[in-house]
């Protein structure tokens, strides 16, 4: 085994708002590309942030996608979807709803109407995860991932565990389904407490610091609300909790196919985005009452 080391630490840029409800900071493509993040391609972090109450719900109207998967992960405040082939439902405090657009669909996100009521801090992120050019046209799908269907490994003297959204941590897979290999922890550490994690040295990997600082391989302090991508040198990394902290991690192999991308469409080529723009504006991804 050998360490992998960092190739970068972002701090979380000036953030922006995506529609009403998600004030976000953009690491994925702000910091680095999306063929070099490869199948990670868009990553907006909604850091903790209060929203009043208020009787109509924040977020984000119809809107279609194509060519891709977008996975939110509630972290505080409560979410509730919809889209264009049937799929929708609300995720609170734990949750992960994962959409696959693949053909297209419209679809639509906005504050669960009762959390809106009374409103509180909210913390969520959003990820987009690339689809397989053989996939990318397949039939849309939605997954609503419960906290309770998350594989949960306690770490050794209860110093704290590991929670597996997809892929597999020591035989224990996650409850999501991917096209390709996809790994997406929540890695929850007490202070003091110590990890190693070990992905393929190709896979592209990262985390996010959602709660709480850590030392990344003895030697390199990744902060709360920080980003840190790490090289293709080597399959291990060591995450040492300076306090209490809960860190995102992601790693996922690489799809190396050609990338055209433009706003909501993520295809191969400039000739399918064409096409994207066209079926949907032939109403060919269906219809979705704002």
Request: aromatic share 10%.
């Amino acid at each position: 085994m050998k360490t992998r080391s960092i190739e970068k630490i972002v701090k979380p840029g000036t953030p922006h708002f995506v529609g009403d409800g998600f004030r976000v900071h953009n690491f994925i493509p702000g910091s680095s590309s999306m063929q070099r993040m490869d199948p990670f391609i868009m990553l907006d972090y909604n850091s903790k942030y209060n929203f009043p109450p208020t009787d109509k719900p924040k977020g984000v109207g119809v809107h279609p996608h194509r060519g891709f998967e977008t996975v939110t992960i509630a972290y505080k405040g409560r979410v509730e979807h919809g889209d264009s082939a049937g799929g929708g439902g609300i995720i609170g405090e734990g949750d992960v709803q994962w959409m696959t657009a693949a053909s297209g669909v419209l679809h639509k996100e906005f504050h669960e109407t009762e959390w809106s009521k009374t409103g509180g801090e909210f913390q969520m992120v959003q990820l987009w995860v690339n689809l397989p050019a053989k996939d990318k046209m397949s039939s849309p799908k939605y997954q609503a991932i419960t906290n309770a269907e998350m594989a949960k490994i306690q770490l050794p003297d209860g110093v704290g565990e590991v929670e597996v959204i997809a892929g597999e941590y020591k035989g224990n897979k996650g409850p999501a389904s991917t096209f390709s290999p996809v790994n997406m922890f929540n890695v929850k550490l007490k202070k003091g407490a110590k990890t190693q994690l070990t992905f393929p040295a190709h896979y592209t990997t990262a985390i996010l610091a959602v709660e709480g600082s850590v030392k990344v391989n003895e030697s390199n302090n990744v902060l709360e609300n920080h980003f840190a991508l790490f090289k293709n040198d080597g399959d291990t990394i060591t995450l040492e909790a300076l306090e209490d902290a809960v860190i995102l991690v992601l790693s996922g192999e690489p799809l190396n196919e050609p990338i055209a991308a433009h706003g909501p469409f993520v295809m191969n080529t400039k000739q399918e985005l064409i096409e994207a723009f066209q079926d949907f504006n032939t109403g060919k991804f269906g219809y979705l009452e704002d």
